[in-house]
């Protein structure tokens, strides 16, 4: 057998994630490995969490790059901050609400499940309503933007009943954070995490957290033991910890911190608030095309996620078929549905780097031809 280096084809990644990588991004993932303990590097960790907390808005000193992808961003949080003696009520609204589900339950805390409709934002009084029915609840973990179906919940509402009722927020912010307007601090998050492959447009395999002084007095009250010996943040704390003692937990993927830090330089370049704009208004133009096509979205209006457009099949098509074409003919990946929504919708990503005008087109000029 004869192997070869793998080169993979050009593609415009126009689905729920990865998202198209730029070529500065990638540049920066080529450089040299140094060591994970080398003076350079851990200056540039600094400054990754400094842009961090730029992208998350927050203050907060525990503002991180998780060493794996969002759903250990996840796990993180619920693991450190969760306990068996815990109420946490989890609202869902798609396939990621169900994995946070997944995660109480294997932890054994009581779960109060808030389920509003696929494609629906979380419904504000229906939270309001479990927490008043459940005085002992002590968590409440909600997904600001469904990658599932396309909704963008309320972050700043439900964080306020929250708090109102005492409870810690967990908040998955994987496909929001860069694409959405999201004020960690502003509106009172305690836990969040994200991916590196979304609205970011970096490489795969990265999860920025952030935990608020009372997350991290929470974790660090616990005297029992994390169930995860790697995802233990006490122990990643040495790691991340900003007064030049870095005591080693594992070899951070150099490189990709590389990466993520070119990204949120990028990103910090723009200004937060352009690249919200950015997305918003790539978002209108693909509207606006997918309208004049006769595609119909599934989320309301004014609960859609801009980087995450979410369409019904028209009648008659062939859901595999016109994926394959666009892939095929066009180098143009797009979403499947997932979950409720497979074989139904479509998902169009309009992720980071790739919520650009030039990608709106050859989207829209794709789709006319798959579906001609
Ligand atoms: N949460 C949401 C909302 C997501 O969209 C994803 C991935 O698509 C995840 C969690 C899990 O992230 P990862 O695939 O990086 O583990």
Redesign the pocket.
């Known amino acids: 057998m004869n192997y070869s280096s793998f080169i993979p084809p050009q593609r415009t990644l126009m689905g729920?994630?990865p998202s198209d990588v730029s070529a500065r991004v990638l540049s920066a993932l080529a450089r040299p490995t140094i060591g994970h303990l080398d003076p350079k590097f851990v200056t540039m960790m600094d400054e990754v969490k400094a842009l961090l907390q730029y992208a998350f808005q927050t203050k907060n000193p525990y503002t991180i790059a998780l060493s794996?992808?969002?759903?250990?961003?996840?796990e993180a949080c619920f693991v450190n901050l969760v306990t068996p003696q815990d109420t946490v009520v989890v609202c869902r609204n798609?396939?990621?609400g169900a994995?946070m589900i997944e995660n109480v339950e294997r932890i054994g805390a009581k779960l109060v499940v808030v389920d509003s409709p696929w494609g629906r934002a979380v419904e504000p009084q229906q939270l309001e309503d479990a927490l008043k029915a459940n005085p002992d609840a002590s968590v409440v973990a909600f997904?600001?933007?469904?990658?599932?179906t396309g909704a963008r919940s309320d972050a700043k509402t439900l964080c306020e009943i929250a708090a109102k009722h005492d409870c810690l927020t967990i908040v998955?912010?994987?496909?929001?954070l860069g694409g959405s307007e999201l004020k960690v601090d502003e509106w009172g998050i305690d836990a969040i995490?994200s991916?590196?492959?979304?609205c970011l447009s970096c490489v795969?395999?990265i999860?920025p957290i952030s935990f608020s002084e009372k997350a991290v007095e929470k974790l660090k009250g616990r005297t029992d033991k994390i169930q995860s010996w790697f995802l233990d943040q006490s122990l990643v704390m040495g790691y991340w910890s900003g007064d030049g003692k870095r005591a080693y937990h594992h070899t951070a993927p150099v490189n990709s911190l590389y990466a993520l830090h070119e990204s949120l330089v990028m990103l910090h370049e723009e200004g937060i608030e352009n690249s919200w704009q950015r997305h918003h208004n790539m978002h209108n133009k693909l509207a606006e095309g997918l309208a004049a096509l006769d595609i119909e979205f599934i989320v309301p209006e004014n609960e859609r996620l801009a980087q995450?457009n979410t369409i019904k099949i028209p009648a008659g098509l062939d859901d595999a078929k016109v994926r394959s074409f666009l892939l095929n003919e066009f180098n143009l990946e797009i979403g499947a549905g997932l979950g409720q929504f497979a074989g139904e919708a479509w998902r169009i990503g309009l992720m980071g780097f790739a919520a650009r005008q030039e990608n709106v087109t050859l989207c829209l000029a794709a789709l006319e031809q798959a579906i001609a």
């Open positions: 729920p994630g794996a992808p969002g759903s250990a961003g996840m798609g396939v990621f994995r997904v600001h933007a469904e990658t599932s998955d912010a994987v496909t929001s995490y991916g590196s492959q979304k795969p395999g999860s995450l």
